[in-house]
Every structure is written in structure tokens, then in C-alpha cells.
């Protein structure tokens, strides 16, 4: 279940939005797949995941899918 401490994810969540930013540029992107590739734990997968949806909220990031059940791509917005 989910820790009673919501703080304790959203620390995590904070630096990998921040590594997101860093390691993806303006105009670049990176396969959806590509972004877990280095989970070793449930928990790093939903602190993944929870940071690009923040992304993606804050327009920072877009998401495609040419066709269904496609490869997912990560764009990062141009402009941010």
C-alpha cells in the first residue's frame, strides 16, 4: 500500500523531475521504456512515472504513440 507519508515519495519524485529536465533537452526525447530501464524497485518505477506525469502536466513534456500498443515516446517541449 501507500506509505502514510506522502513525503517520503515526493522527495524522490522532486530529484527525478529534475534529473528528467537535466538529461532530456529542449527538442530531444526518450523512449517511455528507456526511462525505467534502470528501476530496480516498485518504488522507483511509480517515482518515475509520477514524475512524467508532473512533466507532462506542467506542459514540460508530451507524450506519442504511432500506432496502439506502439513504443510510447517522451518528447520534451521545445520551448521549456
Known amino acids: 500500500g501507500l506509505p502514510a507519508d506522502n513525503a517520503a515519495i515526493a522527495l ?17 526525447h526518450v523512449s517511455f521504456l528507456h526511462l525505467f530501464a534502470g528501476a530496480t524497485t516498485r518504488d522507483e518505477v511509480i517515482v ?4 512524467m506525469l508532473e512533466l507532462i502536466k506542467l506542459r514540460q513534456f508530451r507524450v506519442s ?8 515516446t517522451l518528447f520534451r517541449n521545445e520551448n521549456t
Open 65 to 72: 504513440q504511432d500506432h496502439l500498443l506502439g513504443e510510447i
Open 12 to 28: 524522490p519524485v522532486a530529484d527525478k523531475i529534475e534529473y528528467l529536465l537535466v538529461h532530456v533537452l529542449p527538442g530531444e
Open 48 to 51: 518515475t512515472f509520477v514524475a
